[in-house]
């Protein structure tokens, strides 16, 4: 019984050590360091078998007894290297708790005020734009400057881009009250092409929408006739027009001052204008509308129209841009006070021109309109011929006193 009970004993103790050794592997990470460790187990499970048939078989001859000898430093190294090494565990940290009876809300989201400031400083603009706009409404709608315009298109004839140009300066002009110089325009061309009629339209209309205060028609040969009341002329012109410049700011309006027959005025009225045209005067002279009408440098613009008339390829942009090349050469040669107006040039009329001007003319005298008698009457007037055009030398100059003569 001694004999069998040693190898038993030896037994359990193996299967011992083999159940720990399973119970050690539960602990391991399934990864890779798992697999060699279950590798290493294997292999020392398989050297107990093979331990365990040779100790049947051989242990009963080589010994009577079985014992247990202590291992060596070399055998202690290899079983720690076999041994598995426990992995620590981390330690979960604690969800954090909401008490029961509250609730749980996203983080607010805080707006910027300035985003509000500036959302606030865009509608201001918007508005002062809108109200701006409204204001240059306003402004030509006191002037009516529409029925101006429907005017002017109706009794000038022949004259549709000097018309044009001369409404777009007054609409940018009268748009507001506060500017920086004065509009000058000068209105220049041949006798009996409109201009003087341009003038008495403009000076008829700025009276009925504004009080005739602020509107003055000087004519140079009749204000001024001779050359000895050179100085009272001087000191009267300086006062209309210093006096009516200064009525018209307290008033918020804008003068509009004529001045027809301009190469005859002398030079020294001539300074005292340009002198009214400089932008760096006192305000009330800045708001003013001065209209210059001449026939200088007609004979340059006769002799363009005349040139130029079986061009048809001409576009009036560019035939607008000849015409003040033109001009500007004589002017300069005059006054510098032209240097600082805007030039409209009046181009010679042809002959369906003059009917028109005999048509209105007996209209407003109360004639019937006979279309043979105002063929004859065009007739006897004087033209230049260019191929089959006919423009009338005069104009509708001679028109007044035709339609007079059916007395």
Request: some cysteine; glycine content about 4%; aromatic content about 8%.
């Amino acid at each position: 019984m001694s004999l069998a009970s040693c190898p038993v004993r030896a037994v359990v103790r193996l299967r011992r050590q083999i159940r720990n050794l399973k119970k050690s592997k539960l602990h391991l990470d399934l990864s890779g360091p798992r697999s060699l460790e279950t590798r290493h187990a294997r292999l020392l499970q398989k050297q107990i078998s093979l331990d365990k048939t040779s100790f049947f078989n051989t242990g009963l001859e080589k010994s009577q007894y079985f014992s247990f000898d202590t291992p060596s430093l070399e055998q202690m190294s290899q079983l720690s290297v076999l041994k598995p090494k426990r992995k620590k565990k981390r330690r979960r940290s604690r969800t954090v708790l909401y008490p029961g009876n509250s609730r749980k809300y996203l983080p607010i989201e805080q707006k910027s005020k300035a985003k509000r400031c500036l959302i606030l400083l865009i509608a201001i603009i918007f508005f002062q734009i809108l109200n701006a706009i409204e204001n240059l409404d306003d402004n030509l709608q006191k002037y009516d400057v529409d029925g101006l315009e429907k005017t002017m298109h109706r009794d000038i004839f022949g004259q549709k881009l000097a018309v044009d140009t001369v409404m777009d300066l007054l609409k940018d002009y009268l748009a507001t009250h506060m500017h920086n110089k004065p509009l000058v325009v000068s209105l220049n061309g041949p006798s009996g092409v409109g201009k003087s009629h341009m003038g008495r339209l403009l000076a008829k209309h700025f009276r009925s929408v504004m009080d005739g205060d602020f509107v003055l028609q000087y004519y140079a040969g009749h204000n001024c006739p001779t050359e000895t009341d050179v100085l009272s002329c001087q000191s009267d012109l300086s006062g209309k027009v210093s006096n009516m410049v200064v009525t018209a700011e307290i008033e918020e309006k804008i003068p509009v001052l004529i001045f027809d027959e301009m190469e005859e005025m002398p030079l020294l009225l001539l300074d005292v204008l340009h002198g009214y045209f400089q932008p760096n005067q006192s305000n009330e002279f800045l708001n003013a509308i001065y209209i210059l009408i001449s026939n200088i440098g007609s004979n340059g613009i006769t002799k363009y129209v005349l040139q130029n008339a079986s061009s048809e390829d001409l576009s009036q942009h560019r035939k607008r841009k000849e015409l003040v090349s033109i001009i500007e050469s004589s002017l300069r040669q005059h006054h510098p006070l032209w240097d600082h107006s805007e030039i409209v040039p009046f181009i010679l009329l042809e002959k369906s021109h003059i009917i028109n001007c005999f048509l209105d003319e007996m209209l407003r005298e109360g004639y019937y309109p006979d279309n043979g008698n105002i063929e004859n009457m065009a007739s006897q007037l004087k033209y230049y011929t260019q191929g089959e055009r006919h423009y009338s030398i005069m104009g509708c100059k001679q028109v007044v006193a035709k339609v007079n003569l059916l007395q």
